[in-house]
Nanobody, 125 residues
Framework: QVQLVESGGGLAQAGGSLRLSCAAS????????MGWFRQAPGKERKFVGS????????YYADSVKGRFTVSRDNAKKMVYLQMNSLKPEDTAVYYC??????????????????WGQGTQVTVSS
């Protein structure tokens, strides 16, 4: 069982940066693929990026590629989402999620078994 708690959301200006953190509990955290998703009001939840269990491999949605970076620290049981060059369309609730069933190249939220409560990111123009 993995429990996830996100933090680091807030208000940023377009072009600015934010770093989200996700703290995980559970002894087998290092065996999970970790992903970030986001959901804007009235829209479906969408994949942002993911990282393999080792941290050596990442996968991103086209909309954030080159601007966002997912990383993890298994010793600290933490996952991070560094967001640079923010745009107003990045405004959403961001969720951390854990997946033990598939590899890191998977954008389907249905395969992620554990979810955090989300953290709001608002980007002003």
């Amino acid at each position: 069982q993995v429990q996830l708690v996100e933090s680091g959301g807030g208000l940023a200006q377009a072009g600015g940066s934010l770093r989200l953190s996700c703290a995980a509990s559970g002894r087998i955290f290092s065996t999970y693929v970790m992903g970030w998703f986001r959901q804007a009001p009235g829209k479906e939840r969408k994949f942002v990026g993911s990282v393999s269990w080792s941290g050596d491999n990442t996968y991103y949605a086209d909309s954030v590629k080159g601007r966002f970076t997912v990383s993890r620290d298994n010793a600290k049981k933490m996952v991070y989402l560094q967001m640079n060059s923010l745009k107003p369309e990045d405004t959403a609730v961001y969720y951390c999620a854990a997946n033990s069933e598939t590899g890191w190249i998977n954008a389907d939220p249905k395969v992620y078994e554990h979810w955090g409560q989300g953290t709001q990111v608002t980007v002003s123009s």
